[in-house]
C-alpha cells in the first residue's frame, strides 16, 4: 500500500519524555563497543525511534517494510545524563519509485525546557512489495 | 589522537558485527525491527539476509571519531545507507571505517569517512563535524 502523498507536511505528537540515564547510554554504548565518555553520537536515535514508530503506528505501516535510507543529527549542545528528551517528527518529503516509498522526515529532539538540543532527519524506504 | 589537520589520514579501525551484537543493539535502541534479527523475514522483504541495523554501522563510525578525535564533542554526523551489512549467523561481518580531516576551521574538523563490508562501501558520504581546539 502507498504512504499517501498528503502526509507531507504533517507534524506528528511529541514522544513522551525519554529520561536519559546512565544505565541507558551504558547497554546503547557497550552494545557498539563505544568507550566514549560522553554519551555516545548516536544515541538521540533512540528518542528519534519512538517517534518514528509513534509515526508508523498512525500509518499502520509495519517496521519490518521499513529501511533506514539516510540519518544526520546536528547538534545545538552535547546530550547528558538527566536529561528530558522529547522528539516532534514531520513529515517533509515522500516520492514514489516502483511501489517504493521514499520518506523524508526531520524530527526536532527537545529538553524539558523545550530547548532544542537536535535535529535529526532521516530517510526511510518502504518497501511495499518485495 | 591523530593531529586534526586538514588532509590527515586517520588510521582505519575495524569492527567484527556479530548477531548478538544486533540483538544487543535492538534492546539499547528499541529498534526491534525483525529484519536485523530474523532470516527468513529479512528475506521475505527481500534482503540477502540478517542486515545490520544502518545505526549500528553509524554507531561504529561515531565510535571510530571518538577514537581518532580523544572523545572530541560532535557537533554534526550524519551518511546515506547505501549497501546492507549482511551479518551471518556464524561469526560476524567485518566493518572498516577508514577517515581523513577535510578541513579545520572556526573551531571545528570536518572528517569524511569511507565505511567499507568486504571491501564495499556501505555508508554514502558519511561524514562527522567535530568541535577542537
Known amino acids: 500500500m502507498p504512504i499517501d502523498?498528503?502526509?507531507?507536511?504533517?507534524?506528528?505528537?511529541?514522544?513522551?519524555?525519554?529520561?536519559?540515564?546512565?544505565?541507558?547510554?551504558?547497554?546503547?554504548?557497550?552494545?557498539?563497543?563505544?568507550?566514549?565518555?560522553?554519551?555516545?553520537?548516536?544515541?538521540?536515535?533512540?528518542?528519534?525511534?519512538?517517534?518514528?514508530?509513534?509515526?508508523?503506528?498512525?500509518?499502520?505501516v509495519e517496521l519490518a517494510r521499513i529501511v533506514h535510507g539516510e540519518q544526520r543529527f546536528t547538534y545545538e549542545r552535547p546530550i547528558v545524563i538527566g536529561d528530558e528528551l522529547s522528539a516532534t517528527l514531520s513529515v517533509t518529503g515522500l516520492r514514489q519509485i516502483e511501489g517504493t516509498d521514499i520518506l523524508r522526515t526531520t524530527s526536532t529532539i527537545t529538553d524539558a525546557a523545550g530547548e532544542l538540543v537536535c535535529t535529526a532527519g532521516a530517510t526511510l524506504v518502504h518497501r511495499a512489495d518485495a | 589522537m591523530s593531529a586534526l589537520t586538514a588532509g590527515t589520514e586517520l588510521a582505519p579501525q575495524e569492527f567484527v558485527v556479530r548477531r548478538s551484537d544486533l540483538v544487543a543493539y535492538a534492546d539499547a535502541s528499541g529498534d526491534q525491527n525483525p529484519i536485523h534479527q530474523d532470516e527468513a523475514i529479512a528475506q521475505l522483504v527481500g534482503l540477502p539476509g540478517v542486515i545490520a541495523h544502518g545505526m549500528y554501522t553509524m554507531a561504529l563510525a561515531a565510535r571510530a571519531v571518538a577514537t581518532w578525535t580523544d572523545d572530541a564533542e560532535v557537533v554534526e554526523i550524519g551518511c546515506k545507507f547505501t549497501a546492507?551489512?549482511?551479518?551471518?549467523?556464524?561469526?560476524?561481518?567485518?566493518?572498516?571505517?577508514?577517515?581523513?580531516?577535510?578541513?579545520?576551521?572556526?573551531g571545528r574538523a570536518t572528517i569524511a569517512l569511507d565505511v567499507t563490508c568486504a571491501g564495499e562501501k556501505v555508508l554514502g558520504a558519511p561524514k562527522a563535524v567535530v568541535r577542537v581546539g
Open chain 1, 5 to 60: 502523498s498528503s502526509l507531507i507536511g504533517r507534524e506528528f505528537p511529541p514522544t513522551p519524555p525519554l529520561v536519559v540515564t546512565a544505565a541507558e547510554v551504558t547497554s546503547f554504548a557497550s552494545a557498539t563497543g563505544s568507550e566514549t565518555r560522553r554519551v555516545p553520537a548516536t544515541f538521540p536515535i533512540v528518542v528519534t525511534f519512538r517517534a518514528l514508530l509513534g509515526f508508523l503506528e498512525a500509518e499502520q
Open chain 2, 84 to 106: 546492507p551489512v549482511v551479518v551471518p549467523a556464524e561469526g560476524g561481518a567485518t566493518v572498516r571505517i577508514a577517515g581523513v580531516v577535510k578541513s579545520v576551521a572556526d
